[in-house]
């Protein structure tokens, strides 16, 4: 045969030649195994590169793998041609033309546009009534990019038209994620309608919530049936927290609860424990309001108005946003848009700041090369290769680039001159990492700090080798409590990764034109008048920060000194400063009708910044230490039973758990010993300790274990002896983090305990203010038997400590009455001036209200 470049062009065009219906099954027959029609829930990707933001309107158009239907531009398909052999792509392109003209000068009527079969957006910058569209398919067979134009039933042989036709007809991906469908398909619960809840007389507070049986402030669920709050699950990512919400619903029955954090007049995230998913409950404000919880109100004002029509919030949203000012649009490298997808801005922004900082444009951006060439099959679902791709695309310039001289003086005639931004969709980043949360999944509004934090984690989780860029943020934080009748002390440190500053509210200067203020505006609102201009409260950033470091009584105080319950303060300082500091104002609180309260401040926020005088000093001479004693526990006996039993002989290890664990992909052995470690418990505990143990440099070595012929130290026991160096036997160890504690959390108890399973349990219980590290670097340091572990696996710094001098780069403004609706803004200095960054829109600043941000970024000053 004939070898050409292509077997037929572009319909009626010029170079168009047709060939017989023999010659196109003859070149498609040694491909026809690696065709394969779409089944229902495959992903068929036809709007957008895996690795990079082309599309059908690029260009290059976009090339959908035959086979894995992932999407490829045209710089990116030959790798995914080389690294997977697969060589029949379907080429998908968007042509956009200017409309012809009638005589009079217009366009010609409007008709139907049989042209356009993508399921595509269009172009929300290009004038509909002055240009039309037409979408091109064609089959190109690599590595000679034969094609073959679409559609051409008569020719292509039954399987490969069935093919084609099922690739252009599916719908989007992220089609479930979609506003209008995302709510649908919850099911409503069958309890829903009947539930009974106890007359007991409990009322939840606005605020202040924790587990009732392990003190957890995250991830709690109210009971809809006795108003019980407790944690959820632990998720694989460190999230979560003890599964006591599972386990009160297994000792009562009572199915269902609601996520605190997440009411609000549309709804909330309701579980059902017996149905075992997510559900609607149509009756959720007449339960909620048993509780003393007013759901309907929950974004009411006094007033009852929401955020659009109350008159001072839109000038907050004027003075972030810049209304009013004529700004100028930014482009080339580092000035790309991120286009909102609906509530997305709290992503958006964060992005933006992550992505104007050195290490993280290095730790992706500069290694691309290696991260695409080297990433999974499927990068979609690949936390660097998204990071990567969303980096390049932002810094690249690729997708801002400025309208041509030609344009702008065809805009400027027509009188139309507003120079546009299309920036580019995250859509397939929001996707990945939102996955398995239920708050960042869904299309509702978040709260940008937790994004950041959400953000972090899955950083930390993905690092790439021994580089994590989320090192920069990374500090300690050294708690000083003293128990106020002995005057003892315990000393503690714990990771974070931003520093909280509480609204420092009755430090306002303007107290009396506030006071003004509210009187008017009272009478103003009483006469039915305009309302007065808003008077914020300026609150000096000094008075926060006095507030942050300020002694704090403890709840619930322990006194290891007096063997019970007494007053404790504490104090927090820095252990170390981080390179770039991140700072939150704690604008968002509640009222004591549950109704959300922001907060509207004013806080004169230095570009410079000294926080040298709140560095950490450890133990001071003349101060005495609490005791480390354990108060008398007592375990429900049945709980003792069920742990002192959870190991197993090796030929007992549930076979069908094993393999659930070896289809995700983890090694057969390594599966095997994450299901013997964790005592039968199934394979979802068992999957919490292969992200545990993962890691470990013999993950997937066989199991061993003595008693059994087994290469570990004979004659250890369980229970009793510890290991060389006081190395706890990793089979406790295992038995503990299987019941949701943290590895380094079990290793300190059997460290106090000589590894006695039930002691280290009390000691586990009796220290609630230890709180886990996860910092592999100081468990090296506490562990007899770091230099063994540091051979194997070398670790670089993970503080990067310094002076405590830095200076504002970057901060994040929230407008709104909370955190679950508004809208977000970023503005960062970049080349010595500030500039904004409004989801897709990005121009010079020229007036940054650096006053009334809710995230500031700042940046360590050499010393």
Request: one cysteine or more; glycine letters at 6%; hydrophobic letters at 35%.
């Amino acid at each position: 045969m004939q070898r050409r470049g292509a077997l037929f062009g572009m319909p009626g065009g010029s170079g168009s030649r047709k060939m017989a219906a023999g010659d196109i099954g003859e070149l498609l027959v040694p491909h026809m195994p690696t065709i394969r029609v779409p089944r229902s829930g495959d992903r068929v990707y036809k709007n957008e590169c895996a690795f990079s933001y082309d599309s059908p309107n690029s260009e290059g158009g976009l090339y959908v793998c035959m086979n894995t239907f992932l999407a490829f531009g045209r710089e990116h398909v030959e790798r995914h041609f080389r690294k997977t052999g697969q060589s029949v792509y379907m080429h998908l392109k968007r042509h956009v033309r200017e409309k012809v003209r009638g005589a009079s000068g217009g366009a010609l009527p409007k008709r139907r546009n049989s042209k356009m079969f993508l399921d595509l957006d269009t172009d929300d910058d290009l004038n509909s009534d002055d240009y039309e569209y037409e979408d091109e398919a064609k089959l190109v067979i690599f590595p000679d990019h034969y094609e073959i134009a679409l559609p051409n039933i008569e020719e292509l042989p039954a399987l490969v038209t069935i093919a084609c036709d099922a690739v252009l007809s599916s719908k989007s991906p992220y089609r479930k994620q979609d506003p209008d469908t995302w709510e649908n398909e919850l099911p409503v619960s069958k309890y829903a309608n009947n539930l009974t809840q106890l007359d007991n007389g409990v009322r939840i507070p606005p605020s202040g919530w924790k587990c009732a049986r392990c003190d957890l402030r995250e991830n709690l669920w109210l009971n809809l049936t006795d108003g019980s709050v407790l944690c959820g699950k632990w998720f694989f990512d460190s999230s979560g927290g003890n599964g006591h919400a599972l386990e009160h619903y297994r000792d009562t029955g009572y199915p269902l609860a609601v996520k605190l954090g997440t009411i609000t007049p549309d709804g909330a995230d309701v579980y059902s424990f017996q149905e075992e998913e997510a559900v609607l409950d149509p009756h959720l404000a007449k339960h909620l309001a048993h509780f003393g919880i007013d759901m309907l109100h929950m974004h009411g004002t006094e007033n009852g108005l929401q955020d659009n029509d109350i008159k001072p919030r839109v000038s907050e949203w004027e003075v972030i946003q810049e209304t009013g000012t004529k700004l100028k649009p930014m482009y080339g490298p580092g000035y790309t848009g991120l286009k909102n997808l609906g509530n997305s801005c709290y992503l958006s922004s964060v992005m933006q700041a992550i992505f104007s900082i050195p290490e993280f444009q290095r730790a992706y951006v500069g290694n691309l090369p290696r991260i695409f060439d080297y990433s999974p099959l499927d990068p979609t679902q690949d936390f660097n290769t998204q990071m990567t791709k969303l980096g390049h695309g932002l810094l690249s310039g690729q997708y801002s680039k400025p309208p041509v001289k030609s344009e702008l003086i065809e805009q400027v005639m027509k009188e139309e001159h507003k120079p546009q931004q299309n920036g580019i969709s995250p859509r397939m980043f929001k996707a990945f990492v939102s996955k398995s949360h239920p708050e960042f999944s869904s299309n509702r509004q978040q709260d940008a700090q937790e994004f950041f934090l959400h953000l972090v984690n899955l950083v930390e989780r993905n690092r790439i080798g021994s580089e994590n860029p989320s090192d920069v943020f990374r500090f300690l934080v050294e708690e000083r409590i003293q128990c106020c009748q002995t005057r003892k002390v315990r000393y503690t440190e714990r990771v974070d990764y931003l520093m909280q500053l509480p609204v420092a509210m009755e430090a306002a200067t303007n107290k009396d034109e506030l006071i003004a203020y509210e009187l008017t505006r009272r009478e103003a609102e009483s006469n039915r008048r305009p309302l007065p201009e808003l008077v914020r409260a300026k609150i000096p950033f000094s008075a926060c920060l006095q507030a942050f470091s300020e002694p704090e009584n403890v709840d619930d105080f322990w006194s290891s000194a007096l063997q019970a319950k007494s007053a404790g303060v504490k104090t927090s300082r820095f252990a170390s400063f981080p390179e770039y500091l991140v700072v939150q104002i704690k604008k968002f609180t509640f009222g004591l009708d549950w109704v959300p309260k922001k907060f509207d401040v004013s806080v004169d926020m230095p570009d410079l910044l000294d926080i040298n005088h709140l560095r950490a000093r450890g133990l001071q001479p003349g101060e005495e230490e609490l005791p480390d004693i354990s108060p008398p526990i007592v375990i429900p006996d049945d709980s003792k039973d069920r742990l002192m039993t959870q190991l197993i002989d090796p030929s007992d290890i549930d076979e069908s758990s094993v393999m659930q664990l070896a289809e995700m992909g983890f090694p057969l052995e390594a599966c095997r010993k994450a299901v013997y470690f964790t005592g039968n418990m199934g394979a979802e505990v068992a999957f919490n300790w292969i992200v545990v143990h993962m890691e470990e440099p013999d993950f997937a070595e066989p199991l061993t274990m003595p008693g059994y012929g087994g290469a570990a130290s004979a004659g250890a026991s369980v229970f009793g002896a510890t290991g060389l160096d006081n190395q706890p036997p990793e089979e406790t160890v295992a038995i503990i983090t299987s019941m949701g504690f943290h590895r380094n959390q079990a290793i300190q108890a059997l460290r106090a305990t000589n590894s006695n399973l039930e002691r280290a349990l009390d000691w586990i219980f009796s220290h609630p203010e230890f709180e886990e590290d996860s910092d592999f670097v100081i468990e090296m340091e506490n562990n007899a038997n770091a230099n063994i572990v540091s051979e194997a696996k070398p670790e670089g710094p993970r503080v990067k400590d310094g002076s405590g001098m830095y200076e504002l780069f970057a901060f994040i403004s929230h407008m709104g009455t909370s955190t679950m609706s508004g809208h977000y803004v970023c503005h960062i200095k970049k080349e010595g001036r500030w500039v904004i960054y409004n989801d897709h829109k990005v121009c010079a600043s020229e007036r940054p209200p650096k006053d009334l941000g809710y995230m500031y970024f700042y940046r360590r000053i050499p010393s």
